[in-house]
């Protein structure tokens, strides 16, 4: 292959990776603002997103939030800050090295995530309810491909 075909190639990836990131954003926004259910949470859209950076039930370091949630570092300190003075999050000292500061989930914050997950799963089978189970297969296969073949060009 020689090397204008390659850019052509990398083009055309490049125009359906920007085109498949803004479906899931269309997506998640149809999802977040159109669900009374979503809304009816008792945290705000800024917050839901810092609490979708929690996948278990464990602590996190800040810039372990900051990557999962794909906010900077500064943004993830003032979500947490607020959702701290709330009672949802809590600090903990790392046990290991007292230096480092982790991030958990309080009773409260496990309660709200759990509504919120349950939720969202709620809305997503909504959406992807409306595919044939055929077309649910389909995507599902087509998904794992493409997360696997992008997990071989991001590893360091």
């Known amino acids: 292959m020689d090397n204008q075909e390659l850019m052509d190639k990398v083009t055309e990836i490049e125009e359906h990776m920007i085109e498949v990131r803004n479906l ?9 603002k159109g669900s ?11 917050q839901m997103k810092a609490l979708t950076a929690f996948h278990e039930d464990r602590e996190y370091s800040m810039t372990e939030l900051s990557k999962n949630a794909l906010v900077k570092m500064p943004s993830m300190t003032e979500m947490v800050d607020r959702l701290e003075a709330e009672g949802v999050l809590k600090r903990v000292r790392d046990t290991q090295d007292r230096r480092v500061v982790k991030v958990g989930l309080t009773e409260l914050g496990k309660k709200i995530h759990s509504g919120f997950v349950g939720r969202r799963r709620e809305e997503m089978g909504s959406f992807f309810g409306k595919l044939t189970p055929k077309d649910q297969d389909e995507l599902l296969v087509s998904l794992r491909k493409v997360a696997g073949l992008l997990k071989k060009i991001t590893k360091p």
């Open 36 to 46: 009374r259910r979503i809304n009816d949470m008792p945290v705000t859209l800024s």
């Open 24 to 32: 899931f954003v269309q997506i998640f926004n149809k999802m977040v």
